[in-house]
């Protein structure tokens, strides 16, 4: 039995999560300016399915947490500060769950399929974990 892929269009035509990037030669990098604080880890380089509607997500999410400072500097009510960091909290959830999404439908599975499965399941949980907010303990 194969894999279930997403209903998503843009989805089916899109290669795996974990095909290598030729571009990057294995070595992460930040894909804006913005990203440019985040740490980049060492970990492989992979083209990511639907890139352009999640970099479009993200976007989206920068805007509103710059909406958040200037409700801060302009001494705007708390609850409708507390409000927007929810909806924020819940974009970046949205964003994680199609990561995740996608990196079970490319990565896992390639890795079950090459007899790696123990490990990609292993890793699969300790990044539910830490998205739960459980850690990794």
């Known amino acids: 039995m194969s894999p279930r892929r997403s209903s998503t269009p843009a989805m089916k035509s899109s290669p795996d999560c974990c095909a290598p990037s030729a571009a990057h030669d294995g070595v992460a990098t930040p894909a804006s300016s913005a990203a440019v604080d985040a740490p980049v880890t060492d970990g492989p380089s992979v083209v990511q399915p639907g890139k352009p509607r999640l970099i479009a997500r993200l976007n989206r999410i920068e805007g509103q947490v710059r909406g958040i400072t200037r409700m801060v500097e302009d001494d705007r009510y708390c609850v409708d500060i507390l ?33 790696d499965g123990d490990a990609a ?6 990044v539910m974990k830490k998205l739960n907010g459980r850690g990794l303990g």
């Open 121 to 126: 399941i292993a890793e699969l949980m300790d």
């Open 83 to 115: 409000t927007q960091v929810a909806a924020i909290k819940s974009a970046l959830d949205g964003v994680a769950m199609q990561l995740l999404e996608n990196h079970t439908h490319g990565c896992v599975a390639r890795a079950l399929r090459d007899g």
